[in-house]
């Protein structure tokens, strides 16, 4: 298994930050992503949503399996390609003199026939790329820069 962080502060309110980066819809702004929705929804847009993202790399389904607006969000892949272990995935925010910051952590390995270790440790890589990208979009979208 190996767990990715990425950490970024984003000069908005929390409350903004949240809503940017937990719906789905605005990924399709996000640079490298082909494909977003939300293919079950819950109330609130919180737990028991599944979302679906397609990037040129990856196609996953994740639940939100915990959801604490503007605060947290859990999820967890259910299915992807290539297939993934996940463990889990969260986003942490936080208010802090310069604006909000986010804490996004994923625990997984690439489910991988044969040198899986090997595999994970290559990919990890380009999922803290992506974390970096979607946030980087949030800030641009939110802010105006970024």
Known sequence: MRTVTVRRTIAAPIERVFDWITDAANYRQVPGVLRAEVTRAAADGGVG?????????????????????????????????????????????RTTADGTEVTWVSTFEVGAPVFSGAVTRAFAPAVAFGFRTVLRTAERKLTGKG
């Not at 994740?62 to 297939?83: F, H, T």
């Open 49 to 93: 949503t599944v979302r679906e993202v397609t990037t040129a790399a990856l196609k996953l389904t994740e639940e939100i399996v915990g959801y604490e607006r503007p605060v947290r969000m859990d999820y967890l892949i259910r299915a992807s390609i290539p297939p993934l272990r996940h463990e889990g995935g969260s986003m942490r925010l």
